[in-house]
């Protein structure tokens, strides 16, 4: 193959600064927020509309080079990650908000805009209308990455976030797809009307499909009303089960709030350092309630959940409905990873589900796997849901610790798998739990998996190796005593 010849077309479809190939430049591609993958890609490309995405893809497709589709990077399960000399196709330069139609509730944007730029956006279209302070809308998923990822991202992996136990996940918001397929074709799942509903649930298939169908260029979002009350419930207790409690209690009691999470009582040390929020340090666990609603509806939540905390002895429990106060709230759990850096050079964000009422036994079990692999584990994660996140902290640097923190993560997965959950929540599968899919799925699930990835990618040129196993490309997987990741090292 003529690299040079690539490149060289590459640069004429989207400009000089559009395209890069040195290795320098590479090595800020070579993983995403799983560091334990990492693949160097032959070239970056950054093309800026659908127009150019087709037109490169055809270019690559044409040379028989693998394509990987990039957002901002922010995924945690190494599923952008460039293996095999592929080239990366970034959609962060497709940042147009095309259009926002506030009577009928959707935007159309780029793959490349920020999740929580389409709610700045809107706030603004609203101001500009003149409909401000009415309620208003917005775009209901937020991922604690919003600042950063990119919609077509959340898409892509089918992302959660702290409103997910209410509101759904990304799939939820999304009401069409625009997909650049292997061949450059155009795929568009919508019609010209607004409900058309017709044949198969393709914007369904295609969120979570991790990249491994096609590259995302545009999507049609559903804007949610805001909900007429807020409050935001912070109670501290003495211990994990406590806090598991009054989850399971408030679940029992048919209250439904907008999130349910938890912070272990490391990363309440390690937050309180950081940001110093006025925590106790010697909390076990820490829970956020947000419940939203009609106001008359909250105030009762409200009063329920203070006292099923109550029940479960909070040692400490406060609650707020100002923006200020509970921006202060969220911002404590959206920032807790950043601080994760003040105790350790590393960390590895595992992603499981299961069922709540088997928190307290999960995370005991949890406890006991990092002392058996000799390894510090700190929680953060959607309680209200399930969605379990240990954090293993680790040195990157040290093969040893790697192999332990792999081994820790199969164990745990496994552990979660036994005990009815899944190997994933909203993270996604990627690379790094590619050989657990057998584990989930018996082999007719996985050979239909298989027939859809060929239905839209027939020689598995987008992706390839993520997600679903690949005949194609063999790859050494990131499994315990795996002495490299695929295509490059651990």
């Excluded at 307290?360 to 079990?365: D, S």
Aim: aromatic share 4%; net charge negative.
């Amino acid at each position: 193959m003529d690299w040079e010849r690539v490149i060289y077309r590459l640069r004429v479809i989207v400009g000089d600064g559009g395209v890069l190939a040195d290795r320098d430049e590479l090595l800020v591609y070579e993983c995403d927020g799983f560091p334990i993958a990492r693949g160097l890609p032959g070239a970056v490309v950054f093309p800026k509309d659908t127009d150019q995405v087709v037109r490169c893809v055809r270019v690559l497709s044409g040379h028989g080079v693998s394509i990987v589709p990039r957002g901002s990077g922010t995924g945690l399960a190494g599923g952008c990650v460039a293996f095999d000399g592929g080239v990366t196709v970034s959609t962060s330069r497709m940042t147009r908000i095309e259009r926002i139609d506030l009577r009928n509730r959707f935007a159309v944007v780029q793959a490349g805009v920020r999740n929580a730029a389409l709610s700045e956006a809107v706030a603004a279209a609203e101001r500009a209308a003149g409909v401000a302070g009415e309620g208003g809308l917005y775009f209901s998923p937020n991922p604690s990455s919003q600042g950063v990822s990119t919609i077509g991202g959340n898409a892509a992996t089918n992302a959660g976030g702290i409103n997910t136990l209410k509101h759904g996940v990304t799939c939820s918001h999304i009401l069409g797809v625009e997909m650049v397929l292997a061949d450059g074709s155009v795929l568009v799942t919508r019609g010209v009307g607004l409900c058309d509903g017709i044949g198969p649930d393709l914007p369904g298939l295609l969120c979570g499909s991790e990249g491994t169908l096609g590259v995302i260029t545009r999507l049609w979002c559903r804007l949610s009303p805001k909900p007429g009350a807020v409050r935001t419930v912070c109670a501290v207790f003495g211990s994990t089960d406590e806090a598991c409690g009054a989850v399971g209690d408030v679940t029992a009691a048919g209250v439904v709030p907008a999130a349910m999470e938890m912070i272990d009582g490391v990363m309440i040390r390690v937050v309180e350092e950081a940001f110093h929020y006025g925590f106790a340090r010697d909390a076990a666990a820490l829970l956020l309630i947000e419940i939203d609603g009609p106001a008359g509806a909250v105030e009762e939540a409200l009063e329920r959940v203070l006292g099923i905390c109550r029940a479960n002895r909070a040692v400490e429990l406060t609650h707020c409905a100002d923006e200020a106060s509970r921006a202060r709230l969220w911002h404590a759990r959206k920032h807790a990873f950043g601080a994760i850096g003040r105790i350790s050079r590393s960390y590895c964000t595992q992603d499981a589900c299961i069922p709540p009422s088997k928190l307290p036994e999960a995370l005991r079990q949890i406890g006991r796997i990092g002392q058996r692999y000799g390894m510090k584990i700190a929680n953060v994660f959607h309680a209200g849901d399930g969605n379990v996140h240990p954090i293993l902290l680790f040195d990157e640097d040290d093969p040893e610790q790697v192999q332990r923190v792999l081994a820790a993560s199969q164990e745990i997965l496994e552990y979660c798998i036994g005990i009815g959950g899944t190997i994933t929540g909203e993270h996604g599968v990627g690379v790094e739990k590619l050989h657990l899919m057998s584990r989930m799925f018996n082999p007719a699930t996985m050979d239909t998996f298989d027939r859809i990835k060929r239905a839209f990618d027939p020689d598995r040129r987008i992706n390839d190796g993520k997600l679903i196993p690949s005949d194609r490309l063999v790859v050494e997987l990131l499994r315990p005593g795996a002495i490299g990741s695929p295509g490059g090292a651990m």
